[in-house]
């Protein structure tokens, strides 16, 4: 074996152009092999080192909301054998520890707005020497008091608004409101927070040609601090296709004085619009409401008309004209 470590030696310094004798190649060797065995030697001794440990929070009061930032990992000095160490310097880090936060002792630390607590890492000492190894011997934990900042958990019930933006084929058109099932949700947390909150949003998104029945679930938007009963809700939206239809509708005058009489020219408007065809036969005249206004008189020879109600299913009303001209007369 040292015949076959010497030959390969000798042929390396070859390749490197470097003359040495065989007395210099097997103090090379020797050198070599006494090194391993002294670097074998000092991983049996213990030694003491700085280490990080990811940390992770599990099962706060069910009544109670954290409102604090708790730290994502200890700083902790550990003594263990160096071939411990070395394995923990080779792969760099730990699996993340746990801290189940309804088994640890918590203390009353004071109580202003917040509920504020504490609880002494130095008592995670065992628990965590489990998680890690049992080879390694905690020495000292940073930071080593864990506060906790805790507001009373309300609950509350509100209403779901679509952020979506459905874009109907080519003749078709969105038939009435978009739908959510469930429609309202019940949301919690602390109560500055929730107290603010008078509903939760859809995820915002485009859904371009439609031309059928919508009926898929949407994401909620989340709010930071905030728990919801439901992450998803089912968005449905009513598509068909679309006609035109027209209505002669009789033009009302408002606030005439009861002195006076105004006729106008024309006394009808027509309204065009566009309506689904299962809703075509539903739309009729009296149904809308078009008025001009006898106070507009006064500073012009026509007056504007304007549609103060229509159907809430109809789309894209126009109707003409758009003004009339006008006579007034006194009531004899």
């Known amino acids: 074996m040292v015949k076959n470590i010497e030959d390969n030696i000798k042929k390396f310094l070859e390749k490197k152009n470097i003359k040495m004798d065989r007395k210099l190649i097997v103090f090379l060797f020797f050198f070599l092999l006494s090194t391993i065995f002294w670097f074998l030697n000092q991983l049996e001794d213990e030694y003491v080192t700085e280490i990080s440990l990811p940390v992770h929070y599990s099962d706060f009061p069910n009544d109670k909301i954290l409102v604090n930032e708790l730290p994502d990992h200890f700083d902790m000095r550990v003594r263990a054998f160096g071939y411990k160490l070395l394995e923990y310097k080779i792969s760099n880090k730990f699996l993340p520890y746990t801290v189940n936060v309804n088994s640890i002792t918590l203390r009353m630390h004071s ?109 909620l938007e989340k709010i930071n601090g905030v728990s919801f009963s439901e992450k998803e809700v089912v968005a449905k939206i009513n598509v068909e296709k679309f006609t035109e239809g027209t209505q002669k509708i009789t033009l009302n005058v408002i606030n005439v004085p009861d002195s006076l009489i105004i006729r106008t020219f024309p006394k009808e408007v027509t309204v065009t619009y566009f309506v689904a065809l299962s809703d075509y036969e539903k739309v009729l005249p009296q149904l809308f409401e078009a008025v001009v206004d006898f106070n507009e008189t006064a500073s012009q020879n026509k007056l504007n008309i304007k549609i103060l109600n229509s159907p809430d299913y109809i789309k894209s009303l126009r109707y003409n004209p758009q003004s009339v001209e006008y006579i007034i007369e006194r009531k004899e």
């Open 111 to 219: 109580k202003s707005s917040y509920a504020k607590f504490f609880s002494l890492t130095r008592l995670l000492n065992q628990d965590i020497e489990d998680h890690l190894s049992s080879e390694l011997e905690i020495v000292s934990i940073l930071p080593d008091t864990l506060f906790f900042e805790f507001a009373d958990r309300v609950f509350k019930k509100v209403p779901v608004v679509s952020k979506l933006d459905p874009v109907p084929a080519t003749q078709y058109m969105i038939r009435g409101k978009i739908q959510f099932e469930p429609d309202s949700i019940n949301i919690s947390g602390a109560n500055p927070i929730v107290d603010t909150i008078n509903s939760v949003f859809t995820e915002s998104k485009n859904i371009p040609s439609l031309n059928d029945n919508y009926d898929k679930k949407v994401d």
